[in-house]
């Protein structure tokens, strides 16, 4: 009933630029949160960013200052500016949205993107 679609990874040279999208479709009453979290080989799934539906911002320290998260409320979409990339950030990255399926639900659920590969390498 919901499902959210990532696109945009690929691979990228130290010190560049990506943008990751996640567009969200189904049965969506409301937005809560949206967010990223990624998961290099060997490691754990790690919170990267997230937005909230008044736009509130969290980072990860490891990102701050060179992450931006964003969204397109029209369109269910969120976004992942990633400028000066570096190595560490290489991972897969999901995408995840916490909504509400109707105004009777009293808590919000959460749904995953597939993951796409980020890969920083020179």
């Avoid at 919901?2 to 999208?21: A, D, F, H, I, N």
């Avoid at 790690?46 to 008044?54: E, N």
């Avoid at 369109?75 to 916490?98: F, I, R, W």
Wanted: glycine share 10%.
């Amino acid at each position: 009933q919901v499902q959210l679609v990532e696109s945009g990874g690929g691979l990228v040279q130290p010190g560049g630029s990506l943008t990751l999208s996640c567009a969200a479709s189904g049965s969506i009453f409301k937005i809560n949160v949206m967010g990223w979290y990624r998961q290099a080989p060997g490691k754990q799934r790690d919170l990267v960013a997230d937005i909230t539906s008044t736009g509130g911002t969290n980072y990860a320290d490891s990102v701050k200052g060179r992450f931006t998260i964003s969204t397109d409320n029209a369109k269910k979409t969120v976004y992942l500016q990633m400028n000066s990339m570096k190595p560490e950030d290489t991972a897969v990255y999901y995408c995840y949205v916490d909504i509400m399926k109707s105004s009777y639900s009293p808590y919000w659920t959460r749904h995953w993107g597939q993951g796409t590969q980020v890969t920083v390498s020179s």
